[in-house]
């Protein structure tokens, strides 16, 4: 909705409509593609994170989100947590609470992990990417007028637009010698509406200079060498074995990389490698057991499975 102060923001009302929440008795896959797939809904919902609707907007993306996934997870205070808690109660064998680290269930599937999308992440990146955009053009987006509102300003507006032209709606406010018949002050109001009108104009003229929307979400915030060794080891350990092609590291998309900064270290510890955990290891173990889970348990549900195409998205 259109604040009174001229921002777009999410009505936290609609929100609550949108999202359900996950039915734990389904199996794992089925809980992660349906958290990916309602949180992506409602962020098509909320608007694109773009100039128009301003870093305001951006910040309340973010916020609706995080709510969102708490209404999501009922008890349980995220994803991360919901899915660990399930996984130990139905392998208790293969999930070792020191291999159940946070970045596990955002790795990509095709390289070993869950790849639950982090939405937050993604939605946090484009806010960054669109304070670059701001920032590059060297033209801020004019602020909202402070003049307050004149009185009965919805009156003004609704007669106002009973009529063609603002000349002849002028010309008839003039010429009525009944002064009752409008509860507004015409001449005030029309002072407002002429700064408003300005305000629009130089909103207009500072969107022209800038790229509508963020080509992609922003790059990791530090990209110090060992961050840069972890995602060239990452790529080289996946593109033989995965739909890589030919990409090279700064080829990876963005999205992918902020998870290499954020998770990339606590990964490489737990697993001794980035990339694709090794086949041996407990998790890739526990994938075959949620897979098979998927199978056994829902052979006539058709289970929407993660891609690793998105990778580069």
């Known amino acids: 909705m259109l604040s009174s102060k001229g921002q777009w923001l999410p009505r936290s009302d609609e929100i609550e409509k949108l999202i359900s929440p996950l039915q734990q008795r389904s199996s794992i896959l089925r809980l992660v593609s349906e958290h990916n797939k309602q949180l992506r809904i409602l962020q098509g919902h909320l608007g694109p994170v773009c100039v128009a609707f301003g870093l305001e907007h951006a910040a309340a993306v973010v916020e609706s989100l995080c709510q969102a996934e708490e209404q999501l997870c009922g008890k349980h205070s995220s994803f991360v947590k919901l899915l660990t808690e399930e996984l130990q ?110 305000w629009s104009e130089d909103v207009q003229r500072a969107l022209d200079t800038m790229s509508e929307y963020p080509q992609q979400e922003a790059a990791p915030v530090v990209m110090d060498e060992p961050l840069q060794d972890l995602i060239k080891q990452f790529v080289k350990r996946t593109k033989s074995f995965t739909n890589f092609g030919g990409h090279e590291a700064d080829g990876l998309g963005n999205y992918v990389q902020n998870l ?54």
């Open 260 to 313: 290499v900064a954020k998770y990339g270290t606590e990964l490489q510890r737990v697993f001794g490698t980035l990339g694709l955990i090794p086949a041996d290891l407990v998790p890739h173990a526990l994938l075959r057991r949620i897979r098979s889970e998927k199978f056994s348990n829902e052979v006539n549900n058709e289970v929407e499975e993660p891609s690793t195409k998105r990778l580069h998205t």
């Open 89 to 198: 109660r139905r392998f208790p064998e293969e999930s070792r609470s020191e291999v159940l680290v946070e970045g596990w269930f955002y790795w990509p599937l095709g390289a070993g992990g869950l790849f639950a999308e982090n939405t937050i992440l993604r939605a946090i990146c484009l806010q960054r990417a669109l304070q670059e955009v701001m920032l590059q053009s060297g033209q801020a987006i004019p602020p909202f007028p402070k003049r307050a509102e004149p009185k009965h300003w919805d009156e003004f507006i609704s007669e106002f637009q009973r009529f063609d032209s603002t000349r002849d709606f002028r010309k008839h406010c003039n010429q009525t010698l009944d002064k009752t018949l409008y509860p507004f002050d015409a001449d005030d109001c029309f002072r407002h509406w002429h700064l408003l009108q300005g």
